[in-house]
């Protein structure tokens, strides 16, 4: 395997892979469409690539137009207030394709989104032909490994879900030619300009990017350089081409690294504490280099090239002398591919996610090729090796087959069967034009597993796209068009009711399109501090990437966080679950369901339930911004339950000992009251939550409120809100023999209660081994459950397969309500897996009295006021009659500065997450400015890139010059 640098002038093949990617691009996308289906994923692309891009296209419009103006670096739509630098850096900033946005109008960016997609994936045909042409291939081979790059599971899934990773896939060809210039003795700038863009476009995949080049440096040195390298040369060019990259890229990456370092990711737990993947992720892994539809249920290892790929192994290590490049690269990869341990490393220490599986598809593309270039001169030898290795490939697949039936394996298994027939005729030379034959196998092969993976009928991800129209639907009914006429003043707040989807089948979690501030957001890095405080006051919905959510519809932390407005669909989840002081504010028109269960006494339509959006209003929303003297330690605070530390926010501020000096001790008697439970099984025995012991599924759990009957009891827990503090959660699931037996004694028992009842015992042994195999079972996921009138509120501990969204659960608090009167004196409680688990909970009543009700009125009276909100600036006045702590709900930052009457002083961190300074008395004048933290230190170091990068192009050109 020898890469050429001599220049080619024959550029027909870029026409025939034109031709052939419209072809591919149509079994790609065009079924989509063909279905009604658009080109947008109803999860990430519509909460974040889409219209992030058509927020960074407005701001960079402006960027462009006036030049010198000081621009947004701090975003309020953003969530509760984010760096919109670091989120721009990540998305968009190095995307090259996101630039051209600016060729359509506004009205057309939808569109130009989903062109974009196809753009992107043309391209990476384009740089894999580019690659291809640096060997002797001829023409036809060069496009058929094209459509082996393109078409796989990776990016029959990411091109849609995740445009950018698509970039990948013309990166990392450009970044393998460029490094062998390097090691040939050639130039080292091309190596430069690829690692700056690869830095650029985006810090995460820049580190795939990163070690997957390490990689083929280091093997390539080991398989053909070893012995004839100028390594003096070689390394500095190297050096050369990385300092010259990094300090071009610094504008980005520093900042990018600080958001990093400060964000919910830091410190996630290693590979999602997987030592070894389930087994069914061994069984199944065979399968998937051929058919890799289960992507998510893979850990990302879902290959899914076609059919010829296996082929194409083989002859690698039929010649491994000649290709030892490949063959080594892919023994490793299969080895990396068996311990999540590298997963995780390759995903930036965090879980166990085959992302990195990205750098696989250059060399299996390329065996393809070698083995198409070569198809007339195998030997008979040669082809019943190929044929003896696919027939056992076929066998374990099989085997695989019988634990899951996989209709989709039909087709890449009468391809690969195809195929290797082909080779065959070749040999015997029985067919003319072969290379017309492979080819068009190929294609149909691609196109199969396109159409399949495409059509809206046979996979979650392709039936989650949104059909044609609703993007733009959707973001003008994000509340049901009840958004019209309400202020967009950054002052307050809006959120939806947990689980309530306004918009049927739709989470929506970002908030870009109405100019409203939702307190939801979803973004790879969220601030450190916001996930902490969501953390510490056990917010059973927080994930890294979405930190908050609508915190469970907690009555004091949605007023703390200036929470104005609700919207919920009245036949939605938690429908009725309003959090205190809401109170019905305006609704769209009634519709009615017919079909749906109604009121039995209904004589006339008016008796109906109707169907409405419905916002609610609150007039005990806490300012943005308020002064207060009343204050808690953090040693105090943290001695604190998770209800008492969210009724404390109404009570003082919590701050460091020095911020809180001389500030009067908050008075946090009565905010909350223990009710005495107990849980009770159907079996009418009382269970210990220490030692609650599932073993059949059908037996459920009540949590029972003994004193609630009592009057001065139900007196006592008048306006309240329920909580359930679960401060400990400890299950240990049954092994996969206790699990099978507890299955079949639980069906002896219940077939004892039908005369003549008899199980198969072998089959439903085989049956619940089978499920528990395919699952993963025995895993560390289950669910806690309590349902009331409200709705059901659950724990949830992820399976380790989620990926980014997995995180060990020990504790979390569900909020079961709010009731003005009648506390209610029993819940469903329900343990969904068996096993044994550990609980140590308390039942809290949160009072949200006469007391609350007075410390919500004092902070509004002590709001900031005449706030002025200018760019990455907020200002405001306030006249205190003694010391205290200016708090607030914006999110804490190094990047804040605050004035006070001029002069800079210090900020603190204020109730675990939020910006705030301490205050003397008197009248005074509030500014707080906020800078992109190293953005500074990162130009000055790009500029000084610029400095180096000039001397030396001066060198380089000097260098040359010299007679040789």
Same mark, same amino acid.
């Given at each position: 395997?020898?890469?050429?640098?001599?220049?080619?002038?024959?550029?027909?093949?870029?026409?025939?892979?034109?031709?052939?990617?419209?072809?591919?691009?149509?079994?790609?996308?065009?079924?989509?469409?063909?279905?009604?289906?658009?080109?947008?994923?109803?999860?990430?692309?519509?909460?974040?690539?889409?219209?992030?891009?058509?927020?960074?296209?407005?701001?960079?419009?402006?960027?462009?137009?006036?030049?010198?103006?000081?621009?947004?670096?701090?975003?309020?739509?953003?969530?509760?207030?984010?760096?919109?630098?670091?989120?721009?850096?990540?998305?968009?900033?190095?995307?090259?394709?996101?630039?051209?946005?600016?060729?359509?109008? =506004? *009205?057309? /960016?939808?569109? !130009?989104?989903?062109?974009?997609?196809? &753009?992107? %994936?043309?391209?990476?045909? #384009?740089?894999?032909?580019?690659?291809?042409?640096?060997?002797?291939?001829?023409?036809?081979?060069?496009?058929?490994?094209?459509?082996?790059?393109?078409?796989?599971?990776?990016?029959?899934?990411?091109?849609?879900?995740?445009?950018?990773?698509?970039?990948?896939?013309?990166?990392?060809?450009?970044?393998?030619?460029?490094?062998?210039?390097?090691?040939?003795?050639?130039?080292?700038?091309?190596?430069?300009?690829?690692?700056?863009?690869?830095?650029?476009?985006?810090?995460?995949?820049?580190?795939?990017?990163?070690?997957?080049?390490?990689?083929?440096?280091?093997?390539?040195?080991?398989?053909?350089?070893?012995?004839?390298?100028?390594?003096? =040369? *070689?390394? /500095?060019?190297? !050096?050369?081409?990385?300092?010259?990259? &990094?300090? %071009?890229?610094?504008?980005? #990456?520093?900042?990018?690294?600080?958001?990093?370092?400060?964000?919910?990711?830091?410190?996630?737990?290693?590979?999602?504490?997987?030592?070894?993947?389930?087994?069914?992720?061994?069984?199944?892994?065979?399968?998937?280099?051929?058919?890799?539809?289960?992507?998510?249920?893979?850990?990302?290892?879902?290959?899914?090239?076609?059919?010829?790929?296996?082929?194409?192994?083989?002859?690698?290590?039929?010649?491994?002398?000649?290709?030892?490049?490949?063959?080594?690269?892919?023994?490793?990869?299969?080895?990396?591919?068996?311990?999540?341990?590298?997963?995780?490393?390759?995903?930036?220490?965090?879980?166990?996610?085959?992302?990195?599986?990205?750098?696989?598809?250059?060399?299996?593309?390329?065996?393809?090729?070698?083995?198409?270039?070569?198809?007339?001169?195998?030997?008979?030898?040669?082809?019943?090796?190929?044929?003896?290795?696919?027939?056992?490939?076929?066998?374990?697949?099989?085997?695989?087959?019988?634990?899951?039936?996989?209709?989709?394996?039909?087709?890449?298994?009468?391809?690969?069967?195809?195929?290797?027939?082909?080779?065959?005729?070749?040999?015997?030379?029985?067919?003319?034009?072969?290379?017309?034959?492979?080819?068009?196998?190929?294609?149909?092969?691609?196109?199969?597993?396109?159409?399949?993976?495409?059509?809206?009928?046979?996979?979650?991800?392709?039936?989650?796209?949104?059909?044609?129209?609703?993007?733009?639907?959707?973001?003008?009914?994000?509340?049901?068009?009840?958004?019209?006429?309400?202020?967009?003043?950054?002052?307050?707040?809006?959120?939806?009711?947990?689980?309530?989807?306004?918009?049927?089948?739709?989470?929506?979690?970002?908030?870009?399109?109405?100019?409203?501030?939702?307190?939801?957001?979803?973004?790879?890095?969220?601030?450190?501090?916001?996930?902490?405080?969501?953390?510490?006051?056990?917010?059973?919905?927080?994930q890294a990437n979405v930190p908050l959510r609508q915190?469970?519809?907690?009555?004091?932390?949605?007023?703390?966080?200036?929470?104005?407005?609700?919207?919920?669909?009245?036949?939605?989840?938690?429908?009725?679950?309003?959090?205190?002081?809401?109170?019905?504010?305006?609704?769209?028109?009634?519709?009615?369901?017919?079909?749906?269960?109604?009121?039995?006494?209904?004589?006339?339509?008016?008796?109906?339930?109707?169907?409405?959006?419905?916002?609610?209003?609150?007039?005990?929303?806490?300012?943005?911004?308020?002064?207060?003297?009343?204050?808690?330690?953090?040693?105090?605070?943290?001695?604190?339950?998770?209800?008492?530390?969210?009724?404390?926010?109404?009570?003082?501020?919590?701050?460091?000992?020095?911020?809180?000096?001389?500030?009067?001790?908050?008075?946090?008697?009565?905010?909350?009251?223990?009710?005495?439970?107990?849980?009770?099984?159907?079996?009418?025995?009382?269970?210990?939550?220490?030692?609650?012991?599932?073993?059949?599924?059908?037996?459920?759990?009540?949590?029972?409120?003994?004193?609630?009957?009592?009057?001065?009891?139900?007196?006592?827990?008048?306006?309240?809100?329920?909580?359930?503090?679960?401060?400990?959660?400890?299950?240990?699931?049954?092994?996969?023999?206790?699990q099978l037996k507890a299955e079949i004694d639980h069906?002896?028992?219940?077939?004892?209660?039908?005369?003549?009842?008899?199980?198969?015992?072998?089959?439903?042994?085989?049956?619940?081994?089978?499920?528990?195999?395919?699952?993963?079972?025995?895993?560390?996921?289950?669910?806690?459950?309590?349902?009331?009138?409200?709705?059901?509120?659950?724990?949830?501990?992820?399976?380790?397969?989620?990926?980014?969204?997995?995180?060990?659960?020990?504790?979390?608090?569900?909020?079961?309500?709010?009731?003005?009167?009648?506390?209610?004196?029993?819940?469903?409680?329900?343990?969904?897996?068996?096993?044994?688990?550990?609980?140590?909970?308390?039942?809290?009543?949160?009072?949200?009295?006469?007391?609350?009700?007075?410390?919500?009125?004092?902070?509004?009276?002590?709001?900031?006021?005449?706030?002025?909100?200018?760019?990455?600036?907020?200002s405001g006045e306030i006249t205190t009659p003694r010391?205290?702590?200016?708090?607030?709900?914006?999110?804490?930052?190094?990047?804040?500065?605050?004035?006070?009457?001029?002069?800079?002083?210090?900020?603190?961190?204020?109730?675990?997450?939020?910006?705030?300074?301490?205050?003397?008395?008197?009248?005074?004048?509030?500014?707080?400015?906020?800078?992109?933290?190293?953005?500074?230190?990162?130009?000055?170091?790009?500029?000084?890139?610029?400095?180096?990068?000039?001397?030396?192009?001066?060198?380089?050109?000097?260098?040359?010059?010299?007679?040789?």
């Open positions: 395997m020898e890469f050429t640098f001599k220049k080619q002038r024959n550029y027909r093949v870029y026409l025939f892979y034109t031709a052939v990617f419209i072809l591919i691009a149509l079994t790609m996308y065009g079924t989509y469409l063909f279905t009604g289906n658009s080109l947008i994923w109803n999860k990430d692309p519509l909460n974040q690539h889409l219209p992030l891009l058509a927020e960074y296209r407005k701001e960079l419009g402006t960027f462009i137009q006036h030049p010198f103006k000081t621009h947004p670096m701090w975003s309020w739509k953003m969530g509760l207030g984010a760096d919109t630098f670091s989120i721009f850096s990540y998305y968009t900033i190095g995307d090259v394709f996101t630039y051209l946005a600016f060729l359509f109008p =506004v *009205t057309k /960016l939808v569109m !130009a989104y989903q062109l974009m997609i196809i &753009l992107r %994936l043309y391209c990476a045909g #384009l740089a894999f032909i580019w690659f291809a042409r640096h060997f002797q291939l001829k023409d036809w081979v060069m496009v058929a490994g094209s459509v082996v790059y393109l078409v796989n599971s990776y990016l029959l899934y990411a091109s849609l879900a995740q445009p950018f990773f698509t970039t990948t896939f013309i990166l990392f060809p450009i970044l393998v030619v460029q490094t062998e210039r390097v090691l040939k003795g050639g130039s080292w700038w091309p190596l430069a300009g690829a690692f700056f863009w690869m830095l650029v476009n985006n810090y995460y995949l820049a580190y795939v990017l990163g070690l997957g080049t390490i990689i083929f440096l280091v093997l390539r040195i080991a398989t053909h350089y070893r012995h004839r390298l100028d390594w003096g =040369v *070689t390394i /500095l060019k190297l !050096a050369l081409a990385t300092i010259t990259s &990094l300090l %071009l890229s610094a504008v980005l #990456l520093i900042p990018e690294i600080i958001t990093v370092m400060h964000s919910t990711r830091a410190g996630s737990l290693f590979a999602n504490g997987l030592k070894t993947y389930p087994a069914y992720y061994y069984l199944f892994l065979p399968k998937s280099l051929i058919n890799g539809g289960q992507w998510s249920f893979m850990f990302w290892s879902a290959l899914g090239i076609v059919s010829i790929g296996f082929l194409g192994i083989v002859y690698i290590y039929l010649n491994v002398r000649r290709y030892p490049l490949i063959a080594v690269a892919l023994v490793l990869a299969f080895v990396m591919l068996l311990i999540p341990a590298v997963g995780a490393f390759f995903n930036g220490m965090m879980a166990a996610s085959n992302r990195w599986t990205l750098l696989i598809y250059s060399p299996l593309s390329m065996a393809v090729c070698f083995l198409l270039q070569n198809a007339g001169d195998l030997s008979r030898h040669q082809l019943l090796i190929m044929t003896w290795v696919t027939i056992g490939y076929l066998l374990v697949v099989l085997i695989s087959y019988f634990f899951k039936n996989d209709p989709a394996l039909f087709v890449p298994v009468i391809c690969l069967l195809g195929s290797l027939l082909i080779l065959w005729l070749l040999h015997s030379q029985v067919i003319v034009h072969p290379a017309r034959w492979l080819m068009a196998l190929l294609l149909a092969n691609a196109g199969f597993n396109a159409i399949y993976a495409a059509f809206p009928y046979n996979g979650d991800f392709a039936s989650a796209m949104l059909t044609k129209g609703q993007y733009q639907a959707i973001t003008k009914q994000r509340y049901g068009g009840l958004d019209q006429g309400l202020s967009k003043s950054p002052t307050y707040r809006v959120s939806t009711i947990s689980q309530n989807e306004i918009i049927p089948d739709i989470l929506n979690d970002n908030d870009l399109s109405t100019g409203l501030h939702n307190i939801d957001s979803y973004y790879s890095l969220q601030n450190q501090y916001l996930g902490d405080f969501s953390r510490s006051l056990q917010n059973t919905q927080y915190v469970d519809d907690r009555s004091v932390w949605l007023n703390f966080l200036g929470v104005r407005y609700l919207f919920v669909q009245s036949n939605g989840d938690n429908a009725l679950k309003w959090p205190q002081g809401y109170f019905l504010d305006q609704s769209t028109e009634p519709q009615y369901d017919y079909d749906a269960p109604q009121p039995s006494n209904a004589t006339q339509k008016t008796d109906l339930t109707p169907i409405q959006t419905n916002r609610l209003k609150t007039n005990q929303a806490f300012p943005l911004i308020y002064w207060q003297d009343q204050a808690i330690s953090k040693h105090r605070y943290q001695k604190l339950s998770p209800t008492e530390k969210e009724r404390a926010l109404a009570s003082g501020v919590v701050a460091d000992n020095q911020a809180i000096k001389g500030l009067t001790n908050a008075n946090l008697k009565g905010n909350v009251i223990k009710v005495k439970s107990q849980i009770i099984s159907n079996r009418f025995n009382v269970i210990n939550p220490h030692h609650l012991q599932l073993l059949d599924a059908d037996e459920t759990y009540k949590l029972v409120f003994p004193d609630v009957a009592k009057k001065a009891v139900k007196k006592q827990l008048r306006q309240t809100e329920l909580h359930v503090e679960f401060a400990s959660i400890k299950y240990h699931p049954l092994t996969l023999k206790e069906l002896h028992q219940t077939a004892q209660f039908n005369p003549g009842g008899m199980i198969n015992h072998w089959s439903a042994y085989y049956k619940y081994w089978r499920y528990h195999l395919i699952n993963g079972s025995p895993d560390m996921s289950y669910s806690l459950q309590i349902k009331s009138k409200y709705g059901t509120e659950k724990i949830t501990q992820p399976k380790q397969s989620v990926l980014s969204f997995f995180k060990v659960v020990k504790n979390g608090t569900m909020n079961i309500g709010y009731f003005e009167k009648d506390f209610p004196q029993q819940l469903t409680f329900i343990p969904t897996k068996l096993g044994t688990y550990d609980l140590k909970y308390q039942v809290v009543a949160e009072k949200l009295g006469t007391k609350y009700q007075k410390e919500v009125k004092t902070i509004q009276n002590h709001r900031l006021k005449n706030l002025k909100f200018e760019t990455n600036q907020i010391v205290g702590i200016l708090t607030s709900s914006i999110p804490y930052s190094s990047g804040w500065e605050a004035k006070v009457d001029g002069k800079v002083v210090k900020t603190i961190r204020t109730n675990q997450a939020f910006l705030g300074v301490r205050l003397p008395a008197g009248h005074h004048r509030i500014v707080f400015t906020y800078h992109v933290p190293g953005l500074r230190i990162g130009v000055i170091i790009s500029l000084f890139g610029l400095l180096w990068t000039f001397l030396m192009a001066v060198i380089t050109w000097l260098v040359r010059r010299q007679p040789k």
